[in-house]
């Protein structure tokens, strides 16, 4: 009899587990069908970061543009300045006030920017996170991103769509600080010229290399 319970036990394990695995192969598959048809977007975005008690410590506003494949241009208004430019396979850190650019491979910087998605490839998402999927309602959906390594930077990534147009992300750090990012202004697949992802910093600015 303990022997047929343990292998009871067993069984219905493995069923869950595969029932689990299952589930979230689909989200992942859904989120990358959705994220994929965005050939590209734009937006305005608010920015918020707070503390493990969930006080504000930091509210910027800027704006982005996504471009497939690869493509990306992040700009935070002044008084915290900021750029962040990819071109499919390095990004670049440019800080008017430090005068200062930092340029590191892509994979690199995915984790730290998680807006990334929006131009990169949507192919491995089940390798690199385990997904899981929210319904609210007809329109809402939410996608929480947990990554598989620990080397990560974040927590977990949960991103809002209603009616298939990304909203906001939330991201949650090893620190227990919370970034949420809201959009506003959001236009999907209109066209974007390359050249509107190009960066222009002054020669006199230093420039550091990341690890490659």
Known sequence: MI????????????????????AQDQAAQRLADTLSSYATF????????????????QETTGNLKAKRPGLFYWETNPPTNQFIVSDGETVELYDPDLEQVTIQDLDEQVSTTPALLLSG???????TYEITEARYG??????TLVPRSED???????????????????LEDSLGQRTELEFGNIR??????DVAFKLDYPESVDVIQGMQ
Do not use: C
């Not at 305005?44 to 504000?56: E, I, L, N, P, S």
């Open 3 to 22: 022997k047929s319970g343990r292998t009871l036990l067993v069984t219905i394990t493995l069923v869950l587990f595969s029932a689990v695995t299952w």
């Open 42 to 57: 734009q937006a305005a975005f608010t920015q918020t970061v707070a503390d493990d008690r969930g006080r504000v410590i």
């Open 121 to 127: 490839e949507t192919d491995g998402l089940a390798e």
């Open 138 to 143: 007809e329109h809402t959906r939410e996608f």
């Open 152 to 170: 990560s930077l974040f927590l977990s990534l949960t991103l809002t769509f209603y009616d298939e147009e990304l909203q906001a992300m939330r």
């Open 188 to 193: 999907i697949n209109q066209p974007v010229a």
